[in-house]
């Protein structure tokens, strides 16, 4: 074979090693198997169709040998194989730049290839011993300096000094701890025996901490710590002289070990106490208190002043501590178990229900707080370790007392909203607890005035971003119709099991949470009752924490929630559906808007410093002249109080020193010089809250009305129960009631449902075809004793309409029954006057006839029975005056005027819980007035004697049976009955009880005077 380069020399010489190691084949000329297989690699070496190495499948390949081996347990194994691959990716290879190369997986990969099975090959690493470097031995200084005399000194066998010896020397003396305003704990003795030892440590070794627990500060949290050195002087040894006075003056006293410390040690651990560090040498931690150490010391205060100081501070650390594991607990932090009894259950009653959204703000609100408070106690500290100025433990204190007042009043916010509920206690009660307890501290607090600014500023601060998920669920729902509260935290929970296209929808569908503060129990009030009146149902003896600052819009909230979850399922018609989902997806949400009217309300406008100088001193100018004012008319009444005069001068001057300031796109409130009245804070809810929910409360409800109106036709449906129930279509109802008033005169039955279904279909199919399908009549029993009473025998009678959804939300079957019943009472009325009205006088013509045929002894009757039919005639005359008066009564001051009211109520009907509203109070008021209330009973008996009695009469009339007896006692019941009805209704009318019944008094009155 011809070779041309030396490339090609030494791959065929490498082929052939490759052929030997791996076939086993000798290098024999005459063996073909041998020629074969260096044919075939060289040709796959040079015409090779092989793609390059995938890094990622080799790696793949080596993680998943490596998990593997970790499940069946070769840990030792697995690590070696993790070890060794990761050591060859990062080292370099011959004639390779880098690591992690094309060569290296290329290997990697070969080997992978060659591997049987790893997991089942017995391996044990072996230790690799680097070859050493042969040292070289030549003195290249004697042979470079050969015949050169140097003068080496007089002492040739000392080393020469080189700077980096020094350096090194240097490096290793001990660090000096002076910098860092800690005093060294040891004393001048030790100082001449213990000799400093030189370190030498590096970053990454196994005893970093105890070199930096024994070289960095002196131990002194161990028993028997050395002293320190301090100064004699005696107020550096008030401690000494105190112990000394304690032991010359008390023969009983017995000096109790100490443990010394500095104060700059004390300034320290309390800054570590107040950041949240729970391990201390000086205040200990027991089941949640932090405790003082009793046998801490500094040598220039005494015991019992030193203590007092831990013990104050001890306080606020334990305040710190509580809030911090709060807040550990919420986030999932937590690395410690809390105490028993200590109540860690704040963020969530099971371990594995994560902590509601209000508790999650709340402890953000507070995290942002500790953040900025810790990043001051950071700064004090760097102020202590560089230790250009003196600091001391009261200059700390005073430094920060205004933050320690800050944290009681969170502390005391936290307690009473958090944890003082019991663990059991579900959601909607703690998220509303939590808010009301930030309310009522911002409106307890504002009251002290310019003392509690800062406090107001904080919790007020906290309060916005607590109350940030109400807002967002509220806007959710009201926007989008869909309550989404997972972790069921709000006072408003929807009941899943009442669909939306149920009629019950508008009524039982949410639940209103209330919770009474003195008995901690939990009600539920249907909103159907208390969700229109949301704000009222605390008038009792108890107050209901229900999320005081919604109060005021609660009913809006309701309404427009429910308003907006039924417009998304009804099929609207509107063609703005796309032109609003585009707006929809520009807007803002509520809460956003509730910070920017806060911002633009109580945020201060860039003023230069004169102005505001100026606006001050005018403010101080008014509030002195107001104050004067103020005290003058106090001294009138012989009071004479300088700080109630300010209160009162305040009241009248608007408080613009409150200034509320927001940064970037997520507001954040600044905490710097705020003042605002509780006046104030109600206003601002009002102001800026409060108009964003009733603008969206009047666009939803008004999209409902008019959908409702406009598409399903509501108005069109109210008035078809008036046309057939109250008979105001009354050619249409004479057509249906006189088929089955002259059935009843015919004695034929009427009572079968194809009869009555029949001549209803009749009747409304020529008038009102599109109302045909919906009427039906349907029978009822009544019982057998009611049945003697001819008038009672249309009790049967049932007029139904079907009302389709969502329009039964409004005319529900409750109201078919009113309005039933207002249908059975006019339709007994038309009965009782259509029998007055079809008797004629012509009925009386046989019985003349027969007197004027009669023989003469006959003759003598003539005349009794021509007063008979006068005085049936007068009755006739005096019961039609009486079922007339009735009828109009009830036809025209009744029906017709209270319609026209329930017509303009109806056009003016913001929401559909107000129209509900003014349906049913317009049901009440005819039934009412109608005299079909259980309270005015016996009236209605009275006026069915009557009706009752003239079914008798007209019967008689038409049957020309009648007797002086019966006439007798006809008129005698009559007259009872309507004197007892002009006494009743007279008495009624003369008290102004009912106003309404004037009329009917008036006319049945006229008629008794003509009896």
Same mark, same amino acid.
């Given at each position: 074979?011809? @070779? ?11 082929? %052939? ?112 011993? %680097? ?108 401690? $000494? ?14 000096? %109790? ?42 040598? @220039? ?6 203590? =007092?100081?831990?013990?104050? &501070? ?33 963020? =969530? ?11 999650? /703000? ?25 230790? !250009? ?15 320690? /007042? ?5 502390? #005391? ?38 003392? =509690? ?24 729902? &009201?926007?989008?119709? @869909? ?65 005081? +600052? ?22 609207? #018609? ?71 005069? &300010? $209160? ?26 705020? =003042? ?86 009749? /009747? ?27 008038? $009672? ?23 078919? #029954?009113?309005? $039933? ?28 006839? #027969? ?30 005056? +009486? ?56 009236? %209605? ?10 079914? &008798? +009469?007209? !019967? ?56």
């Amino acid at each position: 074979m011809a @070779h041309w380069t030396a490339f090609e020399k030494e791959t065929e010489r490498e082929t %052939k090693k490759l052929i030997r190691c791996i076939g086993g084949v000798e290098d024999e000329e005459d063996q073909p198997n041998f020629q074969l297989a260096q044919k075939f690699a060289w040709s796959n070496f040079r015409f090779h169709r092989y793609l390059d190495v995938n890094s990622h499948e080799v790696q793949r390949s080596i993680n998943g040998i490596y998990e593997k081996l970790m499940v069946h347990s070769d840990v030792s194994k697995a690590e070696s194989w993790k070890r060794l691959t990761e050591e060859f990716l990062n080292s370099p290879l011959p004639h390779t730049e880098g690591t992690k190369s094309d060569a290296h997986y290329s290997v990697l990969s070969l080997l992978l290839f060659l591997s049987e099975s790893p997991l089942n090959t017995d391996f044990t690493e072996r230790a690799r011993v %680097k070859e050493a470097e042969e040292e070289d031995s030549f003195d290249w200084a004697r042979y470079l300096m050969e015949g050169e005399d140097v003068d080496i000194g007089p002492y040739p066998d000392t080393p020469e000094w080189s700077e980096e010896e020094s350096e090194d020397d240097d490096s290793q003396q001990p660090i000096s701890r002076e910098d860092s305003g800690i005093q060294c704990d040891r004393t001048p003795q030790e100082d001449q025996d213990n000799k400093t030892v030189p370190v030498s440590w590096k970053v990454g070794e196994p005893d970093a901490r105890v070199w930096l627990e024994q070289h960095v500060v002196t131990p002194y949290w161990v028993a028997h710590a050395p002293r320190f050195p301090h100064s004699l002087h005696l107020h550096s040894n008030l401690l $000494n002289v105190w112990d000394q006075h304690l032991y010359n003056t008390d023969p009983l006293y017995l000096p %109790k070990e100490k443990a010394f410390v500095t104060e700059t040690q004390v300034i320290r651990e309390t800054l570590w106490l107040l950041s949240g560090v729970k391990k201390h040498f000086i205040f200990q931690h027991h089941e949640g208190n932090v405790s003082v150490r009793s046998n801490v010391v500094v040598t @220039h205060l005494t015991g019992n002043c030193l203590r =007092s100081v831990l013990e104050h &501070i001890s306080v606020f650390g334990q305040a710190v501590f509580r809030l911090q594991r709060f807040i550990d607990e919420v986030t999932g932090h937590s690395s410690e178990p809390s105490p028993p009894g200590s109540g860690s259950s704040h963020g =969530s009653k099971k371990g594995s229900e994560p902590p509601f959204r209000t508790y999650q /703000a709340f402890v953000w609100a507070l995290n942002k707080y500790f953040t900025g408070f810790k990043e001051e106690l950071t700064t004090i500290e760097r102020e202590i370790i560089c230790n !250009d100025e003196t600091v001391t433990l009261s200059a700390v204190l005073e430094r920060l007392n205004p933050h320690l /007042a800050q944290i009681k009043v969170l502390h #005391k916010v936290f307690c009473t909203g958090v944890a003082e509920v019991p663990p059991e206690t579900p959601n909607v009660v703690r998220a509303s607890h939590l808010l009301n307890t930030l309310y009522k501290a911002i409106i307890e607090y504002d009251s002290a005035g310019e003392a =509690s600014e800062q406090a107001v500023a904080l919790l007020f601060s906290l309060w916005t971003e607590t109350v940030r998920p109400y807002l967002e669920i509220v806007d959710e729902w &009201i926007v989008h119709g @869909h309550l989404f509260d997972p972790a069921k935290e709000f006072i408003i929970q929807r009941n899943k099991d009442v669909p939306v296209n149920h009629r019950d929808f508008w009524y039982a569908t949410y639940t209103l949470y209330s919770v009474s503060e003195t008995v901690e129990n939990e009600e539920k009030l249907n909103d159907a009752a208390s969700g229109s009146s949301g704000g009222e149902q605390g008038s009792g003896n108890r107050q209901l924490t229900m999320v005081s +600052f919604l109060k005021p819009v609660l009913k809006q909230i309701i309404m427009a929630g429910k308003s907006m979850q039924l417009l998304k399922n009804l099929d609207c #018609k509107e063609p703005e559906q796309s032109e609003r989902s585009s707006r929809d997806a520009e807007r803002k949400s509520l809460y956003t808007l509730f910070l920017e009217s806060v911002q633009s309300r109580l945020c201060s406008r860039d003023e230069s410093p004169a102005d505001t100088v100026s606006e001050q001193q005018a403010t101080s100018r008014s509030l002195i002249k107001m104050q004067s004012v103020i005290s003058q008319h106090l001294e009138i009444e012989d009071v004479y109080d300088p700080l109630l005069a &300010i $209160n009162f001068a305040r009241l009248y001057l608007e408080q613009s020193d409150f200034h509320q300031r927001f940064s970037g796109g997520d507001f954040t409130v600044d905490r710097s010089s705020q =003042s605002v009245t509780c006046q104030t804070f109600e206003l601002t809810l009002r102001s800026c809250l409060y108009p964003h929910i009733e603008k969206r409360y009047i666009e939803c409800c008004g999209n409902l009305m008019r959908t409702l109106k406009k598409d399903y036709r509501l108005l069109g449906y109210l008035q078809a129960m008036r046309n057939y129930f109250l008979l105001e279509a009354g050619d249409t109802m004479y057509d249906f009631y006189t088929a089955i008033f002259d059935k009843v005169q015919e004695k034929e039955s009427w009572q079968q449902l194809s009869f009555l279904n029949g001549q209803l279909q009749e /009747a409304v199919g020529q008038r009102h075809p599109e109302d045909s399908s919906r009427l039906s009549v349907f029978l009822e029993p009544i019982d057998a004793a009611r049945k003697k009473h001819p008038v $009672n025998n249309l009790e049967v009678l049932t007029l139904g309409y079907k009302v389709p959804w969502p329009v039964d939300i409004v005319i529900s079957s409750e109201c078919q #029954k009113i309005y $039933n019943q207002v249908f059975l009472l006019l339709l007994q009325i038309k009965w009782a006057k259509y029998s007055l009205d079809t008797l004629r006088f012509s009925d009386f013509t046989d019985v003349t006839k #027969k007197l004027e045929g009669a023989p003469a002894e006959d003759v003598k009757l003539r005349d009794p029975i021509n007063q008979q039919i006068h005085r049936m005639c007068l009755l006739r005359v005096k019961l039609m005056h +009486f079922v007339n008066s009735l009828h109009n009564y009830i036809t025209t001051r009744i029906l017709h005027s209270t319609g026209l009211e329930f017509q303009h109520q109806v056009q003016e009907a913001k929401d559909l819980d107000q129209l509900i509203k003014i349906h049913y109070r317009y049901l009440a008021t005819i039934h009412d007035r109608c005299l079909l209330r259980e309270k005015v009973s016996f009236v %209605k008996e009275a006026i069915m004697k009557v009706l009752n009695l003239i079914l &008798i +009469f007209s !019967d008689r009339w038409q049957a020309g049976a009648w007797k002086i007896e019966s006439i007798d006692k006809m008129e005698s019941d009559f007259k009872n009955c309507h004197m007892f009805l002009v006494t009743i209704l007279n008495k009624a009318v003369c008290r102004g009880s009912f106003p309404h019944l004037e009329s009917l008094a008036l006319s049945l009155m006229a008629g008794f005077e003509q009896c």
